[in-house]
T-cell receptor, first 112, second 114 residues
Framework: SQKIEQNSEALNIQEGKTATLTCNYT??????LQWYRQDPGRGPVFLLL???NEKEKRKERLKVTFDTTLKQSLFHITASQPADSATYLC???????????WGAGTKLIIKP | SAVISQKPSRDICQRGTSLTIQCQVD?????MFWYRQQPGQSLTLIAT?????????ESGFVIDKFPISRPNLTFSTLTVSNMSPEDSSIYLC???????????FGDGTRLSIL
């Protein structure tokens, strides 16, 4: 079955630098991959979706890449700010394309 | 995007009791899901709430323990029955408008069982 691996250790980044988070999957290449942000006590909030035929997707300071050969997605935040501190989750569709399976998330801490 | 309201936001319950969590959406949606999230862990899908029919449960979750209702396209409930300390978790409702679309979440219900 499909498994998702994200760095379980918190990532500490200096304000202004680029933060890079990794999402690896183990089995079949999904049709798309999603990234979400979750703040303490809140539900996940959708950020970006990248499809299997897209190498890269951008939204403001966010950039996502998708390498089906490496079975990996990278999530970048450029010019990071303390407000970017949160847990970032990646998610892939199950076979049905309606339901998702989720990584455990990586906690990002941006230090001023 | 849809706005999802979940009630209660948190509760502390006694062992052996049951709690019903409500999820209200401000627009009609195709699909609604219920998840459980342990601290520091990934979201685990409990079931898909189907309008007008029985929910579809994932492996490890059964209707007797987690009965779900979905009477219309904007509302669903999840009941956690005969609770034990192992049921202490965050329960999240999410909605989806169609395939290959993002899910939108409520802020969850933080449940503690004494």
């Amino acid at each position: 079955s499909q498994k998702i691996e994200q760095n379980s250790e918190a990532l500490n980044i200096q304000e202004g630098k680029t933060a890079t988070l990794t999402c690896n999957y183990t089995n079949y290449s999904p049709a798309y991959l999603q990234w979400y942000r979750q703040d303490p006590g809140r539900g996940p909030v959708f950020l970006l979706l990248i499809r299997e035929n897209e190498k890269e997707k951008r939204k403001e300071r966010l950039k996502v890449t998708f390498d089906t050969t490496l079975k990996q997605s990278l999530f970048h935040i450029t010019a990071s700010q303390p407000a970017d501190s949160a847990t970032y989750l990646c998610a892939l569709p199950m076979d049905s394309n309606y339901q998702l399976i989720w990584g455990a998330g990586t906690k990002l801490i941006i230090k001023p | 995007s849809a706005v999802i309201s979940q009630k209660p936001s948190r509760d502390i319950c006694q062992r052996g009791t049951s709690l019903t969590i409500q999820c209200q959406v401000d627009s009609q949606v195709t699909m609604m899901f219920w998840y459980r999230q342990q601290p520091g862990q990934s979201l685990t899908l409990i079931a898909t709430a189907n309008q007008g029919s029985e929910a579809t449960y994932e492996s490890g979750f059964v209707i007797d323990k987690f009965p779900i209702s979905r009477p219309n396209l904007t509302f669903s409930t999840l009941t956690v029955s005969n609770m034990s300390p192992e049921d202490s978790s965050i329960y999240l409702c999410s909605v989806l408008d169609g395939p290959n679309q993002p899910q939108h979440f409520g802020d969850g219900t933080r449940l503690s069982i004494l």
